[in-house]
């Protein structure tokens, strides 16, 4: 099986799994630069190349990069070659880094910092709604009920459909965007989906504007979004459901950036 063969194949198992862009993307190409840079056959990569790989083409990148190169050649081999050339590959442990959030009112800023209508509310629909930006980009109109505020991910990460929220303000901006572009397949383009790469660039430009001192990404205003929800009361479990997260573990993460409560907290100095 050459190289070509090799990835269609690849393609076509990520795709009947039906697993995210992103990871369609992600597997892709390390598997693609894996085989490139061994100059091999798929069937004769071993442990040796894939170690030659990390130390020289992911040696300065985070753990979670590494993780995933090694999750992406398992998967590609296991599912076509029936075998698992990672297995004895050490994993490297995850560094459980704190997320960038942004205060509300760098939050404004951000918003200020944008050139058109059309892109301040996509990055007002990225901190109402905390979506991920892949889940965004396929919105459709119908997904969203404006009455009620509230809107549906059709098959989301996992494969779920869930709910999420809006702003009432939004929504009323969201209406008058809808009938204004009613020939519309998808909620923010006309005929095929925004690629999260538009996005990144919108949320780049309106950082720069802005002058934030933070590198800002799509998923910052995500995390935002939890963070001052955990800020104002909000019940982490509720705050699960509306991220989209299997475990409370993963959401668990945005206590150690919340930082009202602590505030509240009596300094036992001031008790003596």
Not at 17 to 43: A, E, G, M, V, W
Not at 82 to 102: A, E, G, H, M
Not at 169 to 186: A, G
């Amino acid at each position: 099986m050459n190289p070509q063969e090799f990835l269609k194949k690849l393609e076509t198992e990520i795709k009947i799994l039906k697993l995210s862009p992103y990871t369609l993307r992600n597997y892709l190409d390390f598997n693609k630069r894996l085989l490139i840079h061994s100059k091999k056959q798929p069937d004769e990569i071993n442990e040796d190349d894939i170690k030659n790989f990390i130390v020289d083409q992911m040696y300065n990148k985070s753990s979670s990069s590494n993780i995933l190169f090694l999750s992406a050649i398992r998967f590609a081999y296991t599912n076509i070659l029936d075998k698992d050339p990672t297995s004895r590959v050490k994993r490297p442990k995850n560094q459980k880094k704190l997320p960038i959030v942004l205060s509300k009112q760098e939050i404004q800023q951000l918003f200020e910092g944008t050139t058109t209508k059309k892109s301040r509310l996509i990055l007002e629909f990225l901190y109402s709604s905390g979506l991920r930006v892949s889940e965004i980009v396929n919105l459709k109109p119908n997904d969203l009920d404006l009455i009620e505020n509230t809107g549906w991910v059709r098959e989301g990460k996992g494969g779920k459909d869930r709910m999420f929220i809006l702003s009432q303000k939004l929504s009323k901006k969201l209406e008058k965007f809808i009938n204004k572009n009613k020939d519309w397949q998808c909620l923010f383009s006309q005929n095929k989906p925004l690629t999260t790469r538009n996005i990144q660039k919108i949320v780049q430009k309106a950082t720069q504007r802005a002058n934030l001192n933070k590198d800002v990404h799509p998923h910052t205003l995500r995390h935002s979004f939890a963070t001052h929800l955990l800020d104002s009361g909000v019940d982490i479990r509720k705050i699960q459901e509306l991220l989209g997260h299997s475990n409370i573990s993963t959401t668990m993460i945005y206590t150690h950036v919340s930082t009202e409560e602590l505030k509240k907290i009596r300094n036992p100095l001031d008790n003596l």
